[in-house]
């Protein structure tokens, strides 16, 4: 008897197609088939006008730097797709040879992994599920990808999907480690992603703050206090004594004349909007 089949530790943190009901399969494969999916499609559905090439979006970039880090850990070749909410792909990072061949089949910035266009795959199963999705071989809909074993990642800020990130290779690269990977690059994108939201938020308050004449110490304390940190949160983070938090947090009420918090965030919101 093995000690983790009996111990009732999940084995897993994603959903594989053979996991979902045949009643929602059966319901998938009429949505394609209504859809016109043709089975023997050789290259990817592709609309120039829904091409993404902004270099300047910023998920696409922290993507970008986050799976090249993690690409030198996977010892097959792989290669990432980043799609919108939608399943269109934004970004493709592979190697040259790679990305070349995978150009021929219109795997590229502007084709959709989307289930009404492309089938069952690892994005659009993802899509269907909300959740981290697994599509290996001839569980594809399409012939192109039945040598592919497909992982899929939903990228969740603020319990809001912005986009899918899948790990594609060739199949023989034990999965538990490549979903491993692949949960941890997702989270390391989002922690990225709310750092550079939360400094953006932090510019714009320290706008507002000028117009009152805040000293830096005060700006700091003023944001946190905004943020719901507790007086001795703030000093912690600040590495300075508590009493020096609640001096400056009254001079802050002083001169935004507010008398209690909710008055002090009610303003700030309003004069930041």
Sequence with gaps: MSIFSSSGIPTSTWINYYHVS???????????????????????????????????N???????????????????DHFFVLTDRQGVVVHLEASEPLREALETFQVTAGSSFALEYAGING???????????????????????????????????????????DLSMKQGLELSFAVMLLEQSVQNVVHEMKQWDLALRKEKFDE??????????????GFAW????????????????????????????????????????????VCSS
């Excluded at 319901?27 to 999916?37: E, M, R, T």
């Excluded at 609640?246 to 303003?267: C, F, P």
Aim: glycine share 4%; hydrophobic share 40%; aromatic share 8%.
């Design 123 to 165: 994005i659009s199963l993802a899509m269907q599920l909300r959740s981290t999705a697994v599509v290996e071989g001839s569980d594809h809909s399409l012939q192109l990808f039945r040598d592919w074993a497909c992982l899929c990642h939903p990228i969740v800020i603020d319990d809001e999907i912005v986009g899918y990130l």
């Design 208 to 221: 507002v703050f000028d117009t009152y004449q805040f000293t830096s110490l005060e700006k700091e304390v």
């Design 22 to 56: 045949n009643e929602e399969r059966m319901h998938w494969n009429q949505l394609i088939k209504d859809s016109g999916v043709p089975i023997a499609m050789r290259i990817l559905p592709f609309d120039p006008m829904k091409e993404v090439v902004d270099g300047s």
């Design 226 to 269: 905004l943020h719901h940190q507790s007086a001795l949160q703030i000093a912690n983070h600040l590495n300075i004594d508590e009493e020096a938090v609640l001096s400056a947090l009254q001079k802050v009420y002083e001169k935004t004349g507010s008398y209690d918090k909710g008055q002090y965030v009610r303003k700030l919101l």
């Design 58 to 76: 910023r998920l696409c970039a922290i993507v970008t730097e986050e799976i090249k880090a993690v690409s030198k850990k996977i010892p097959v």
